[in-house]
């Protein structure tokens, strides 16, 4: 059974003193509008709408949680960028998502998704910037790849690996090719994010980071 396979909605989050309070990990979608998000996240789940669900009235500007089958959350975050004006995005990113980025402590890791044709844009830089302080994981899925040809894909592929670099610390930065039409990359981004979801475990005593509560502790 896929990690994804029986995620079930949970509640939509407009602000910050609405975030779940326990210390569930979680993993967060973010993209712009349009890269392919949503079609990621149901092809994860091997389902057609779960996804669309964040694309309701009320919801498009907030957090969308749901539960995972080890009762685990993911978040998928506001779609960014499509006819919005840049002070909509500072104010939406300033007022929610910058802060939980960067201040989410049970956020293991965060799952960017980029249309392999325009992969790296300025707003995803930013987006990004908020989250690289906290130094954990950073997983770009390069969709639409079969909107390019073999070629291409591994081109673009090797580019964004490339610039990845450039960032430092190699484990927290990985990039792969998905297409959600192909079904191709599922695998391979499921492992990466069990991966994370399962880090503590894997943690040796020493190297955990400190415990900042138990349930019910709130963010700093
Ligand atoms: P979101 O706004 O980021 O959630 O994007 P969606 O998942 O709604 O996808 C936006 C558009 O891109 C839709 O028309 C999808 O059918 C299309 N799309 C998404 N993933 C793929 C893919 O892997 N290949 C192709 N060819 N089209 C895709």
């Known amino acids: 059974m896929s990690l994804f396979q029986q ?17 569930v990990r979680e993993i967060a979608f973010a993209g712009r509008s349009n890269a392919g998000k949503s079609s990621a996240i149901n092809s994860l789940a091997g389902r057609t709408r779960l ?12 957090l969308n949680y ?65 989250f690289r302080p906290t130094g954990r994981p950073l997983h770009v899925l390069l969709s639409k ?24 610390d190699a484990a927290s930065y990985s990039v792969q090719l998905f297409s959600s039409l192909k079904k191709t990359g599922v695998d391979e981004a499921e ?3 069990a991966g994370w979801l399962d880090m503590e475990k894997k943690m040796p005593e020493n190297k955990r980071p400190p415990d900042k509560g138990g349930p019910g502790a709130k963010m700093p």
């Open 191 to 193: 492992a990466v994010l």
């Open 7 to 23: 995620a079930v909605f949970l509640t939509t989050v407009a602000h910050l003193r609405d975030l779940p309070q326990d210390s």
């Open 66 to 130: 749901f539960t995972l089958a080890d009762g685990k959350y993911f978040v998928d975050l506001p779609g960014y960028g499509y006819a919005k004006a840049p002070e909509a995005i500072r104010s939406q990113w300033e007022g929610l998502i910058g802060p939980y980025l960067s201040k989410r402590e049970q956020l293991a890791g965060l799952v960017v998704i980029m249309d392999i044709r325009r992969p790296l844009t300025d707003l995803d830089l930013r987006l990004i910037d908020w």
């Open 51 to 62: 996804a669309y669900v964040s694309k309701t009235p009320g919801r498009t500007q907030h």
């Open 145 to 168: 790849a079969d909107k390019l040809s073999r070629q291409e894909q591994t081109k673009t592929l090797r580019s964004v690996k490339a610039e990845l670099a450039t960032w430092g």
